[in-house]
């Protein structure tokens, strides 16, 4: 190794020539400019097919996107491996749907389904809870119930409505003497059960109440209860309060001793908070959970393999190995990894491929900032300085040969929809790069600089009627890749080169021989 790589992951940045409700290039970039200006650059893909998903009609998200800038290599992810499984028909032959099911039929109870009512592909799809429920139905299950999280993210910010719509048509379509199934409550994917790292334990037990004890307002029926609290609030889907659904005043989905409860996501970072709360026994103290019914819980997928959590799960994940961490450890390089809560678990369980505990606790030191448990419009630089402050304290330290880093800014206040305080996010990501890069020089680092998706490059879109809308979602854009190195010059070579080949490229900066595995390196 001649040199040590510090690698900054500017999340939801992604590279687009257009202008309309492109905040990265509205926004004053002076660092990011002079790079692309005197630097070796490309934009690679962090969508579709480049990270494992079903098409390049899928977008990308910071999971997939760590999992190939971690290991090299694309892997069959979220939607495209549950599928998979579900056209070859092997969910229904797992263990846990059989367990699910005789549960279910044999004590003539009711399957409840929770999950994320759209078909954004990276949290969840739609189409696989209308796949289980007509499967359900056809093996035996006579009473269903379907707990809605409204999207609004990874979707257009107000299209809640024609998912349900689809969900009721599909549902009365099955209901007959023999089969019962409806929505039973719901609401905003950012007010409850979807918070993620333990960072608003409040919002899982918001979601926990309406869900399990059919406890808050209550509504004739989603669509009621959408147009209702749209026309008090203002908010769009995903911030829109819970409900509840219920006939003559009793909760008609209310879970019970027996019950089988499917959590049909299957992204992790939002599934595991709400999935420890339904696997907790009696020493689970994150909230009160009040009288917790016997129910059989399962997840999509298991959504931390480490920490074993669900215990029950439909499709098996990929086997994710020949990770970049392990190529540095078995050379001996010491690396250091940072970011905020928002996406410290991307720059560790992600980027080691879906694993908790380090594979050296010798050669591995993380480092997580606690982020601001508010809207991050109110506070769009987020924290990008003290990021910064631990990657050039690492720099300093001549410890690591490998460093990374992730500033969550462009996709978090992306993710607003704010796009005056998502200028200034990308602003503050820009201000901390500068300080970074001059860290480098000092100490004679090469910095890469690159992102997982985009978002804040995307904020508008215009519908199918030509208006200009907010876009909350992230985009299909490629990515900038950027080779600094103060007094040399990496070039790269053409071709169509996505996320996946960014681990053999730093593997080559640092002289190491990638593994066999691995997609290729970008350097010629």
């Known amino acids: 190794m001649d040199k040590p790589v510090v690698l900054v992951i500017m999340d939801g940045v992604g590279e687009s020539p257009e202008e309309l409700g492109n905040m990265v ?3 004053t970039t002076p660092t990011l400019d002079e790079l ?23 977008m990308g998200n910071s999971e ?30 797992s263990k846990t749907w059989k367990e699910l099911l005789q549960g279910v039929t044999a004590g003539n109870k009711t399957l409840h389904f929770l999950g994320l009512l759209s078909d954004g592909n990276v949290h969840s799809n739609i189409h696989h809870l209308l796949a289980m429920l007509t499967k359900a139905k ?16 990874d979707v257009p910010a107000t299209s809640a ?14 209901n007959d003497a023999g089969f019962d199934g409806q929505i039973a409550s719901g609401g905003g994917r950012m007010c409850i059960t979807m918070d993620r790292y333990q960072a608003n334990w409040p919002m899982v037990k918001a979601g926990w109440d309406v869900h399990v004890h059919g406890e808050g307002r209550q509504f004739g029926s989603a669509a009621e209860a959408i147009e209702t609290l749209r026309a008090e609030t203002g908010a769009i889907d995903q911030d829109l309060p819970a409900f509840v659904i219920a006939r003559d005043g009793k909760a008609v989905g209310a879970m019970e001793d027996g019950d089988g409860v499917i959590l049909f996501n299957f992204r992790g970072d939002r599934a595991l908070e709400i999935s420890m709360a339904f696997d907790g026994d009696e020493t689970f103290d994150r909230f ?24 029950r799960y439909l499709v098996n994940p990929p086997q994710i190995k020949d990770t970049l961490t392990e190529l540095l450890i078995a050379n001996g390089i010491r690396e250091y990894a940072v970011s905020e809560t928002q996406k410290y678990g991307h720059v560790t369980y992600f980027w080691n491929g879906n694993r908790s505990e380090k594979f050296s606790e010798e050669l591995e030191d993380y480092c997580e900032i ?6 991050f419009d109110e506070c769009p630089w987020m924290k990008g300085t003290e990021i910064a402050d631990q990657v050039i304290q690492a720099i300093e330290s001549h410890k690591y040969g490998f460093i990374r880093c992730n500033f969550p800014n462009g996709d978090m206040v992306g993710h607003t929809g704010n796009l005056h305080a998502t200028e200034i996010a990308v602003e503050s990501v820009d201000l901390e790069l500068a300080r970074i890069k001059k860290a480098c020089d000092e100490a004679g680092c090469i910095l890469v600089v690159t992102a997982d998706h ?9 519908n199918k009627k030509g208006a200009v809308e907010i876009r909350t979602a992230h985009s299909l854009n490629p990515v900038p890749f950027i080779i600094y190195d103060k007094g040399v010059r990496h070039e790269l070579k053409e071709g169509n080169f996505g996320l996946a080949n960014v681990a053999p490229t730093i593997a080559g900066l640092l002289g190491l021989k990638p593994f066999d595995s691995w997609e290729e390196s970008m350097l010629k």
């Open 454 to 462: 985009g978002n804040s490059d995307q904020m508008l879109e215009k």
């Open 138 to 153: 056809e093996e035996g299950v006579s009473k269903a119930r379907i707990h809605i999280l409204l999207d609004g993210r």
């Open 64 to 93: 997939v996107g760590h999992n190939a800038l971690g290991c090299g290599q694309i892997y069959s992810q979220g939607a495209k491996l549950v599928n998979e499984s579900i056209e070859s028909g092997m969910i229904y032959q």
């Open 36 to 58: 692309k200006d005197s630097c070796p650059w490309l934009a690679i893909k962090a969508h579709g097919t480049a990270v494992g998903l079903p098409s390049d009609d899928d």
């Open 288 to 311: 009160d959970r009040g009288i917790v019914p016997k129910v059989t819980y399962a997840g999509m997928l298991e959504y931390d393999g480490d920490l074993k959590i669900p215990r």
């Open 161 to 174: 409505l024609e998912y349900v719509d689809l969900l009721e048509k599909t549902l009365e379509s099955l």
């Open 25 to 27: 290039r509205k926004a």
């Open 370 to 375: 606690p982020s601001d448990v508010r809207s």
